[in-house]
């Protein structure tokens, strides 16, 4: 796994110079905005004293849309209050079935590929309603900081994918901010924890947000961090927390459902001041009517909390195991846990998440804050703030890319879990004889099958010249850059051609996808490997009986007489008919060499009558060379 530190292009400034950069945590619950001042990272208030902003926007017919608190707490149509619009970004129509955005939004899904949140001011898509709030807390930075700022790092979950990372760069760019990087939360507050602490060791960060959950295993030694694995769940979170206990009230006052979007979000703001209230006390009165008259008039204790969260509290630790897997590394060589989000100010998620670790958790830099504090200690550094201090951190690819081959197989050029940015190439070459365009076929996963993995995209590389199977050299070159997004080229060596695609999937992989093909790939792992090998010898007996038919066709007459002839027709058969009805890769394989065996003469023949042509004349010098080729030529059969 490669370190983590790397050295950025560019000079510090003096120090009358310094250039504003903010790190910016862009939550689904609440965005923050931290900067250095003074050598230390702290979090910018606006003009009321508020350190957080709710990531909530609310629109109305011909104004401009209230952002924040006021959007979070003033009533109003709930249908253009947009909240978690983090969840939507990158994502696609088909994303939305069954998903909580779509029980509490109305939305316009024909207008192209983009969905858009239907509002009482118009359809406004997720990257409009994240613009929004940057521009809030740009907004926020500037007075703060008294100047323009020259740009962010913002940070996403560790699980976003290339078009989550897209679509939350095209916000920035809406809302004029430059982005410096993006940058994994979970990494953010390594950071925060790692620079400022000086800690050594394994640091499992676990961050229990609004929406989404990110656990991450850093190793830590002196100053230098390095990505292990990480994991999570992006549709999980204190929401869900809340909506528990909704259910919890409604159960109470013996009611199927609300009234309507208005009833549930008042219900939701109810459940979460209860939620909050629990985290530092024993118990809490409960007095909740809603506007239909129901009354439910109790006392919520922690113990009867605790019932209500365990199960979405225990969603959690299977990621932790996952990232342990993943890393190799025993929970007891996790030398600290991190707490980071809101959620993790639950008492049952601490102590739940020290119980998995059978350790204390670390909650000494405040959870709603750590992140927004890393990305400003990073953005301070991009800016060229700190002289002599180059340090930052890289995160990890979340699956597996890779290209399809032949048989509909996958080659993995980069595997899961590696440090970006990360530039790796392979070389390929054509399958057939005067094959003079070649197409791609990028797919991501942990299946050894195509058909099992998730295509990202398709392109042609055509120009190549028409040479025999396999002298083509094709490099094709796989990039993930800082922000995790892909680019993959193809260049024919010889000729030069070339051609490439960057990588923006039209929607996202929830974490739920994410995880199901990981697990998947675990249970299918023996399975896959049979179908692989099995893949790969039906190839290699149809390249056999490609090649051999070429030869025959070209001076087949030449060196067989009718017998023999006959004899490796039978032989052809026999393969062809085994390739096409069986599925035993030992049948296959016999078959393969009992027909390499019955043309072992014919191409014996071939090669010397091959070395004699292109011996007359020339010198002892040329041997080698021409038996060689002479002998790839007797294999592949150019004709
Ligand atoms: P996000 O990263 O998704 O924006 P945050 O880290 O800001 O989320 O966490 C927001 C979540 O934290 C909300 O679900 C909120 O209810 C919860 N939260 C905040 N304070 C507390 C608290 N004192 N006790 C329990 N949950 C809390
Ligand atoms: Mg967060």
Redesign the pocket.
Known sequence: MALLQIAEPGQSEAPHQRRLAVGI????????VAAVRSGMADVLADENGHR?VP?VVRYTPGCSPVVGHAAATGSGDSRSTIR?A?RLMGKGATDLVDSWLCRHYRFDLDSGSVPAFLTADGPRTAIEVSAAILGRLKHTAEAALGGELVGAVVTVPAYFDDAQRQATKDAASLAGLQVLRLMN?PTAAAVAYGLDNEEEGIVAIY??????FDISLLKLQRGVFEVLATAGNTEL???D??NAIVQWLMDKACIERLADENAEAAAKVYA?SL??????SASVDVDWRDDAGHHVLCQLSIEEFNDISRPLVMQTLKPCRQVLRDAGIDREDVTAVVM???????PL?RDSVAAFFERDVLTSID??EV?AIGAAIQANILAGNKAGSDLLLLDVTPLSLGLEIMGGLVEKIIPRNTTIPIARGQEFTTYKDAQTAMALHVVQGERELVEDCRSLARFELAGIPARVAGAARIQVLFQVDADGLLTVSALERDSGVVASVNVKPSYGLSDGEIENMLRDSMKHAGEDMQKRVLREQKVEAARVLEALAAALQADGDEHLDAEERARIDDLVRQLSDVLQHSTDREVIRQAVHALERGSGDFVERRMNASVRKMMSGQGIDAMDEAVGKARHEACTSDP
Not at 207 to 212: A, R, S, V
Not at 275 to 280: G, N, P
Request: net charge negative; aromatic share 0%; hydrophobic share 25%.
């Open positions: 945590d862009l939550g689904t619950t609440n965005s923050l957080s990531s978690s983090k939360e961050d229990l947000g609004g929406g989404t979170g204190g929401d927390i809340d979460r939620k909050e209230a629990l985290s530092t980071v989000g809101g959620s993790t100010r639950v998620v959870p709603d992140v």
